[in-house]
């Protein structure tokens, strides 16, 4: 386990040396480097939200479309149901994650 925790620590130290000196964060004052990462934490936990509150309904509605142009327009209100279903517990697994990770931290 601990060996994980190690690659896992290596890994997002490697990611955060790579992000430095690819976008000169290094060369920062600590208040200019406060200002990237929070501009940079907000754009990504912005991005996470989105996906999280419209994915599903773009999923839904991509998948109803797909049935209309496969089978026409009398039972799409099955697939459509299926698809509802489908994508209410996709959204509450994603939900019940989250807030796993919440309660850790």
């Given at each position: 386990m601990s060996s994980y925790l190690e690659s896992l620590?290596?890994?997002?130290?490697?990611?955060?040396?790579q992000l430095?000196?690819?976008y000169s964060v290094y060369i920062f004052t600590p208040i200019e480097k406060f200002i990237?990462?929070?501009?940079?934490?907000?754009?990504?936990s912005l991005t996470f939200i989105a996906t999280v509150l419209y994915l599903p309904h773009h999923v839904q509605f991509i998948a109803?479309?797909?049935?209309?142009?496969?089978h026409?327009?009398?039972?799409?209100?099955?697939g459509k149901q299926?698809?509802?279903?489908?994508?209410?517990v996709v959204a509450g697994k994603v939900a019940?994650?989250?807030?796993?990770?919440?309660?850790?931290?």
């Open positions: 620590s290596k890994w997002i130290q490697l990611k955060i040396y430095e000196v690819t990237f990462y929070s501009v940079l934490f907000l754009l990504f109803s479309r797909a049935w209309f142009y496969m026409g327009d009398a039972p799409a209100e099955l299926s698809v509802v279903t489908a994508a209410t019940e994650a989250t807030a796993s990770v919440v309660r850790e931290l």
